[in-house]
T-cell receptor, first 111, second 118 residues
Framework: GESVGLHLPTLSVQEGDNSIINCAYS??????FIWYKQESGKGPQFIID?????DKRQGQRVTVLLNKTVKHLSLQIAATQPGDSAVYFC??????????FGKGTRLSVIA | SAVISQKPSRDICQRGTSLTIQCQVD?????MFWYRQQPGQSLTLIAT?????????ESGFVIDKFPISRPNLTFSTLTVSNMSPEDSSIYLC???????????????FGPGTRLTVL
């Protein structure tokens, strides 16, 4: 079946540095990928998405990279701030199938 | 984005009882979903709440344990029946809405209901 996993369960980053969160997926039919941020006591919040016809997409301070050859997805956060501390999930879907979530990475920003 | 509210935000319940969680969204949406997030874990889809028909359950989840209603396009309920401590979890409502910017639907999440079963 489908699975989405992460390489690093926890990540500590110095404030101001860049953060990179990685995600591997197994379903080559997946064509839409999303990164969510979940702060303590809240529901997941949409950060950025990317379709399979792209390999890079940029938002405000965030960039998502997609490597379909090795089925790898990453989220880069520039100039990491204390407010970025949260758990980050990647999720994937293909067409009308429900989202499949990865295990999550906890990002801790050290001031 | 869609504004989603859930009631209750948290509850502590006794073993063997049932709890109904409500989800209200501020606009009509195509799809509504219920997820479970156990402590320190990722999100697992319980079911898709279908308007006007029975919910579609994922493997490992059954209607007798998690009955779901969706009477209209903005409201749904999830009941956790005959609870046990293993049901302690966060239950999240999610909605999907068609994005005018693309051909895919955007999915948003409510704040969650934190359930503790003693």
């Amino acid at each position: 079946g489908e699975s989405v996993g992460l390489h690093l369960p926890t990540l500590s980053v110095q404030e101001g540095d860049n953060s990179i969160i990685n995600c591997a997926y197994s379903n080559s039919a997946s064509d839409y990928f999303i990164w969510y941020k979940q702060e303590s006591g809240k529901g997941p919040q949409f950060i950025i998405d990317i379709r399979s016809n792209m390999d890079k997409r940029q938002g405000q301070r965030v960039t998502v990279l997609l490597n379909k050859t090795v089925k790898h997805l990453s989220l880069q956060i520039a100039a990491t701030q204390p407010g970025d501390s949260a758990v980050y999930f990647c999720a994937q879907t293909s067409g009308n199938t429900p989202l499949v979530f990865g295990k999550g990475t906890r990002l801790s920003v050290i001031a | 984005s869609a504004v989603i509210s859930q009631k209750p935000s948290r509850d502590i319940c006794q073993r063997g009882t049932s709890l109904t969680i409500q989800c209200q969204v501020d606009s009509q949406v195509t799809m509504m979903f219920w997820y479970r997030q156990q402590p320190g874990q990722s999100l697992t889809l319980i079911a898709t709440a279908n308007q006007g028909s029975e919910a579609t359950y994922e493997s490992g989840f059954v209607i007798d344990k998690f009955p779901i209603s969706r009477p209209n396009l903005t409201f749904s309920t999830l009941t956790v029946s005959n609870m046990s401590p293993e049901d302690s979890s966060i239950y999240l409502c999610s909605v999907e809405r068609f994005s005018l910017a693309g051909s895919y639907n955007e999915q948003f999440f409510g704040p969650g209901t934190r359930l503790t079963v003693l």
